[in-house]
């Protein structure tokens, strides 16, 4: 995403919009995959995925009307607290563990309201909130957790892609080419990021991240 608008000078409603035509078929695809390898609790999932469409597309509608350059800026910041979470995630003791759950699963809605508010506002984003959240407050394993992310996103993404295309905010020429690498080549992604330990990972995407938010927030 931060591509299209250093690389190809897209505004960042426009590459956001874009992007999410790559992210919302790659979604369903990982959370179709995902539900065939692993038992997912699905009343937990589609009351995630429910409560996050609403989110999703209010916070799309007020992504595509504010001003571009500050939503750039904005999302220039969460890019640098999401790197600063993975940083701190690296720190000793730090790693995903199951955990007694210390809310009540009444809250899961509430979860998918916040997760769907990423995932509108930015087009990415919800699962990174979701996955830990389900872990460290609602006492769910890993696994568990990273497919009921997958759950919360993967309607968002359809319908903020419908809500950014509404409103004239997506590229099809670019996006559709997009989309096809990326369903072409994630299997080798994930391949290869399962070679690589993980810490080191985790770093350097944290560095990229930086990185990134930085050219983006000296260019404007």
């Not at 800026?73 to 007694?100: E, H, S």
């Not at 399962?194 to 350097?204: F, G, T």
């Amino acid at each position: 995403m931060p591509a299209l608008g250093l690389l190809y000078g897209m505004d960042q409603q426009l590459a956001q919009g874009t992007a999410l035509v790559m992210i919302a078929p790659n979604v369903l695809i990982g959370f179709w995959q995902y539900r065939r390898r692993a038992d997912i609790a699905l009343r937990t999932a589609v009351v995630l995925g429910l409560s996050a469409v609403l989110a999703t597309y209010a916070s799309a509608r007020l992504a595509t009307a504010i001003d571009a350059v500050l939503l750039r800026r904005i999302f220039a910041c969460f890019m640098i607290g999401l790197a600063l979470y993975f940083l701190w995630r690296l720190l000793p003791g730090r790693a995903a563990t199951v955990q007694q759950a210390r809310l009540s699963p009444r809250w899961i809605p509430a979860l998918g309201v916040v997760g769907g508010a990423f995932s509108g506002f930015f087009s990415v984003g919800g699962g990174v909130v979701a996955a830990p959240a389900l872990v460290g407050l609602f006492g769910f394993r890993q696994a568990a957790a990273q497919g009921l992310a997958l759950a919360l996103v993967t309607p968002g993404a359809v319908v903020a892609l419908a809500t950014y295309a509404h409103a004239g905010h997506v590229d099809w020429a670019s996006g559709i080419p997009l989309s096809l690498g990326g369903m072409l080549t994630i299997s080798w992604g994930v391949a290869l990021a399962h070679r690589m330990p993980e810490r080191r990972l985790r770093a350097a995407f944290a560095l990229c991240l930086i990185a990134t938010a930085g050219i983006m927030l000296a260019r404007g």
